[in-house]
């Protein structure tokens, strides 16, 4: 069974301080890891796709990078408006039967970045 | 309208009532999906529609009911619900590709209480 662990669930930094939040995974065969920030009373925004263990994406003070049991979305010199829930997702390789289209998704990290 | 909307946003409703949520995506794609978020819990899978066809039912339910006309319309009728199946119900949408990994793309959500 796929499995996704986020963690921490909550995290709170300074305005600037950097960090990182991890998405750790079990799962058959990865035919890719998504990252989705989720505002309150909103529906979780598309982030990054990543593919395969090495590679990192970055999209302003994000970067998302994955290795082979887990990623992590760095997030550097954070702003107050990049407070969110972070959701982290895979979808296996092998259909399973249950559906290939299938996203297994973590709990989220709540982040929230103090003025 | 663009990206993927949803009516109503919110909606509370007694255990003998029946109400539909509606979901349409305006992104050209040929996937649909029903999720059901509650609190302190991963996003749960419930539909899965593929070029109109249901591909997928998480054991569901049955007072919950899906139907898609065409590809981008969705609904989820719903009756004789349960305190418990109050949560935030989210639609989403892709493009399917064979053999490609696909991102999906969030409605805002209809946030349900059941009274």
């Known amino acids: 069974e796929d499995q996704v662990t986020q963690s921490p669930e909550a995290l709170r930094l300074q305005e600037g301080e950097s960090s990182s939040l991890n998405c750790s995974y079990t799962?058959?065969?990865?035919?890719?890891l998504f990252w989705y920030r989720q505002d309150p009373g909103k529906g979780p925004e598309f982030l990054f796709t990543l593919y395969s263990a090495g590679e990192e994406k970055e999209k302003e003070r994000l970067k998302a990078t994955l290795t082979k049991k887990e990623s992590f979305l760095h997030i550097t010199a954070p702003k107050p408006e990049d407070s969110a829930t972070y959701l982290c997702a895979v979808q296996a390789e092998e259909y399973s039967g249950a559906g290939s289209y299938q996203l297994t998704f973590g709990k989220g990290t709540k982040l929230s970045v103090i003025p | 309208e663009t990206g993927v909307t949803q009516t109503p946003r919110h909606l509370v409703m007694g255990m003998t009532n029946k109400k539909s949520l509606k979901c349409e995506q305006h992104l050209g794609h040929n996937a649909m999906y029903w999720y059901k978020q509650s609190a302190k819990k991963p996003l749960e899978l419930m539909f899965v529609y593929s070029l109109e066809e249901r591909v997928e039912n998480n054991s569901v339910p049955s007072r919950f009911s899906p139907e898609c006309p065409n590809s981008s319309h969705l609904f989820l009728h719903l009756h004789t619900l349960q305190p418990e199946d109050s949560a935030l119900y989210l639609c989403?949408?892709?493009?399917?590709?064979?053999?490609?990994?696909?991102?999906?793309?969030f409605g805002p959500g209809t946030r349900l209480t059941v009274t």
């Open positions: 989403a949408s892709s493009q399917e590709r064979p053999e490609e990994v696909y991102e999906q793309y």
């Open positions: 799962v058959s065969g990865l035919r890719g």
